[in-house]
């Protein structure tokens, strides 16, 4: 039997109605959806590269052109090499003046690409397929987890009885609260002397997201924050942005707990699966998060061009070096050991020296 014939279509700075729907369908992440994109990322001149079979779209692409480049903006997606083959074929053919492409985070496998390429890790997604209730999660935790969660919770609302929380979605999400618990984050990877990566207009737009896509957890002690969440929704998938505690409270287990009740409350509001993003923590799998690999990948017309851009090669080898370094320094087994330490506040000194 013959496969249905694949059509390619190219849209020119200009993003068709089916754009955003059929981004959600086809890949089921945020960083790869319209409202991150035209939040994040600059979309005026954005064309849309489509594939399709039988009247269904198989590939969504959006993508700009920036000289001899063109960057593809879809994040933490999965496509099979055989789709990269066919969209690298097609850009080529279209625009004889590019002469690279690249992929922020992607995943695939490119058996017998024809074209040369760099790939390197780049970022990492732990996903929950949630079951149909919160009680068919708790019950798949690991026994010390859920003897924890039962344990740490019990203790602290015994200890402070004016405990509470909510949880408020899109519009309902207040800005003050919405920003404390930014701050808490913020506070928290600061003791760790690392990075915080939200400068003030990524947090604004962070808070235009939540207003429509969004859901908040609240944790307070009377009317004291100690804790809180923020996910983005995009059609039935929950994304983890923010997880935070104050530290006041760490003996209580509230940092896990609190991912515990938001996990649990997406089930409840229909999630099927809940998205913990990046950076590689041990309570993830604890939480049942199983973990999926991105890498960046930069092709090549050539190996002539691939000459020709010795920059962007050598950028992009630099980057999986820095990749490398970040995983070894995050490794669990080596988190309290001296060179870490040496290494971690040197890169602390370096950043604080630069920023001044």
């Given at each position: 039997m013959c496969s249905p014939e694949v059509t390619i279509a190219c849209y020119e700075k200009e993003l068709p109605a089916f754009v955003?729907?059929?981004?959600?369908?086809?890949?089921?992440?945020?960083?790869?959806?319209?409202?991150f994109m035209q939040t994040f990322r600059k979309l005026d001149d954005a064309c849309v590269y489509e594939a399709?079979?039988?009247g269904q779209s198989i590939a969504v692409l959006v993508f700009r052109k920036e000289g001899r480049m063109i960057k593809v903006l879809n994040e933490l997606m999965s496509m099979s090499g055989e789709e990269v083959r066919r969209f690298v074929e097609y850009i080529f053919q279209r625009y004889p003046m590019t002469?690279?492409?690249?992929?922020?985070?992607?995943?695939?496998?490119?058996?017998g690409f024809s074209y040369p390429f760099q790939q390197h890790n780049e970022k990492e997604d732990y996903v929950?397929?949630?079951?149909?209730?919160?009680?068919?999660?708790g019950a798949a935790l690991g026994k010390h987890t859920r003897h924890n969660l039962r344990r740490y919770t019990n203790r602290l609302i015994e200890t402070h009885p004016t405990f509470n929380y909510q949880f408020h979605e899109n519009g309902n999400i207040n800005e003050e609260q919405f920003r404390a618990i930014v701050a808490l984050n913020r506070e928290r990877i600061a003791q760790k002397k690392k990075r915080f990566s939200l400068d003030a207009g990524?947090?604004?737009?962070?808070?235009?997201?939540?207003?429509?896509?969004g859901m908040m957890n609240v944790m307070q002690i009377g009317s004291r924050l100690c804790a809180g969440s923020i996910c983005f929704r995009i059609g039935s998938e929950y994304?983890?942005?923010?997880?935070?505690?104050?530290?006041q409270y760490d003996s209580f287990f509230l940092g896990m707990t609190c991912y515990y009740q938001t996990i649990c409350e997406s089930i409840r509001r229909g999630g099927t699966r809940f998205h913990m993003a990046w950076d590689r923590y041990d309570y993830k799998t604890r939480l049942q998060g199983v973990r999926?690999?991105?890498?960046?990948?930069v092709i090549y017309r050539s190996r002539l061009h691939q000459a020709r851009n010795a920059g962007t090669v050598a950028a992009t080898a630099l980057a999986a070096r820095k990749r490398q370094l970040k995983?070894?320094?995050?490794?669990?087994?080596?988190?309290?050991?001296?060179?870490?330490?040496?290494v971690t506040n040197g890169l602390h000194t370096l950043r604080t020296w630069k920023g001044n």
């Open positions: 955003g729907p059929e981004l959600i369908r086809l890949y089921r992440n945020f960083y790869s959806s319209l409202p399709s079979s039988a002469q690279v492409i690249s992929f922020p985070a992607i995943r695939t496998t490119l058996s929950i397929t949630l079951p149909s209730t919160p009680e068919e999660y990524a947090l604004d737009g962070m808070l235009r997201i939540a207003k429509k896509h994304f983890g942005v923010v997880n935070s505690f104050d530290p999926e690999d991105f890498d960046r990948l995983l070894w320094l995050n490794d669990p087994a080596r988190q309290n050991s001296l060179l870490t330490r040496i």
